[in-house]
């Protein structure tokens, strides 16, 4: 085990001494996730944003992301117990994305999973997946051996390796000048290799927004030598190297959504995990905040199937929440949507934070609003509940302050008026700054919106 409980409390304890899930989530001061290691700015937010959309960007994720490495020779049987995905076939040097939901269905979280070699994986990104498979592997059957490689969120020092990506339209002339004029054929979502400044490097290829894109990554001590390659052909791409404030807005260029709540805080089946977590998770020390208010912690929760990975469940075997999820993709009520912000209310909000001491809403902060770990803002229409709002961010490409949300699907058809609640009732979090609900006008819109509306010209 990574973690050694000592005399940390456990998240069931916490859970139980503070009278329920809601109850603990929210009441932690913990703010929304920052990115470690990095500035805020290179240059300006604004342009490090329209970078990856007309130029290039260098996207920083060395820090960030947490990585579970999963060694033996029955590692894919063993993922193939709680993954809701496909891995046949899953050769070498290609990337998967693994879908975990729990034994209710619900979502628990979802990272890219990487096959280096015929017995070694690679998982990346946020910590739940990690947390979630390193808990199993411990008392696992199967020959597969987890070490989980933290995130400079716990601890800042070297790393097994460095990870960045090259995106934007520029992003393919770039990479191909840096490693030498030529690129191996690599396809979407595969592993090629490539030799940058002397040094072996891996590249992942995907994209954002619809354009060319590289996921590069290589041994930990080679990474200045490769930036530095990047930096200085990038002169003349207009290369942006973008900060913490651009970085925490790309989940709106893809529809992703990046961070909800993980389904582990209910459920006898999950008590042996939240009795293994401590205090020194993520999942122990989040905090829920948004105008969403119920008592019941599956009101928060998300599905693999509405989120959009409906296309990724292989129904064909058994895993952790089969039937669960089964039963919801034959009764989908939600539909995943962008919402975009009334402009005028927008503003209208910022000016009453600034100028109004009498009944000022709550803040917006730009270029990202959200004020807790796991954000849920109500979708209203007519009064009645039609929605929750999630991952926020003002578009610096879409000039606009968008949102990913589910919505019902009665009223999810593009250019429907909804009305989202801004603020956080009767808030328990120091965090939060005294203020008024307010109501912000929204406009359905599809999702992802920039591949759909900007790419074709339609805003």
Not at 157 to 169: A, C, E, H, K, L
Request: aromatic share 10%; charged share 25%; net charge negative.
């Amino acid at each position: 085990m990574a973690h050694s409980a000592d005399s940390r409390k456990s998240l069931q304890t916490l859970i139980d001494e503070a009278g329920g899930p809601v109850q603990l989530l929210r009441s932690s001061d913990l703010g929304p996730y920052v990115f470690p290691g990095i500035p805020p700015e290179f240059t300006n937010w604004r342009d490090e944003v329209r970078a990856w959309k007309d130029g290039v960007a260098l996207l920083e994720q060395s820090y960030h992301m947490t990585e579970l490495h999963l060694r033996g020779r029955e590692v894919i049987p063993f993922l193939s117990q709680f993954a809701v995905n496909k891995f046949d076939p899953f050769p070498i040097r290609k990337a998967k994305q693994v879908v975990l939901a729990g034994h209710d269905g619900y979502l628990i979280a979802d990272a890219i999973l990487f096959r280096e070699e015929e017995e070694f994986f690679r998982l990346v990104g946020a910590p739940f997946a990690s947390d979630w498979l390193l808990f199993n592997a411990g008392g696992s059957s199967f020959d597969v051996v987890a070490e989980k490689n933290d995130n400079w969120s716990l601890r800042s020092s070297p790393r097994d390796v460095f990870r960045f990506q090259i995106q934007g339209p520029n992003a393919l002339p770039l990479v191909t000048e840096v490693a030498g004029g030529t690129l191996p054929e690599v396809r979407f979502f595969s592993v090629g290799e490539l030799t940058i400044a002397g040094r072996s490097v891996r590249a992942l290829r995907h994209g954002m927004a619809g354009t060319a894109g590289f996921e590069i990554y290589g041994p930990w001590d080679d990474q200045q030598a490769v930036r530095d390659a990047f930096e200085e052909a990038g002169t003349k791409y207009d290369l942006r190297k973008v900060g913490a404030l651009a970085y925490s807005t790309t989940a709106q260029e893809s529809g992703w959504m990046p961070m909800p709540l993980p389904a582990i805080y209910q459920g006898a089946e999950m008590k042996p995990y939240r009795e293994w977590l401590d205090s020194h998770f993520l999942e122990s020390l989040g905090s829920l905040g948004g105008s969403l208010v119920s008592d019941h912690i599956e009101d928060y929760y998300v599905d693999p199937i509405e989120v959009g990975y409906g296309r990724l469940v292989d129904w064909n075997r058994d895993f952790v929440g089969r039937d669960a999820l089964q039963e919801k993709a034959a009764n989908q009520r939600r539909k995943k949507v962008t919402l975009v912000w009334s402009d005028d209310d927008v503003v209208a909000g910022i000016a009453s934070t600034l100028f109004d001491a009498q009944g000022p809403g709550r803040y917006i902060a730009l270029p990202t609003p959200m004020y807790a770990t796991f954000e849920s803002d109500a979708v209203m229409l007519d009064g009645k509940l039609v929605g929750v709002s999630q991952w926020s961010s003002y578009s610096a490409n879409a000039r606009h302050l968008i949102s990913t949300a589910l919505v019902d699907a009665e009223h999810a058809e593009p250019g429907t008026e909804l009305t989202l609640l801004w603020g956080e009732p009767d808030s328990q979090r120091r965090t939060v700054d005294s203020h008024e609900m307010r109501k912000i006008q929204v406009a359905v819109a599809p999702c992802p919106y920039f591949d759909k509306v900007i790419k074709t010209g339609r805003q």
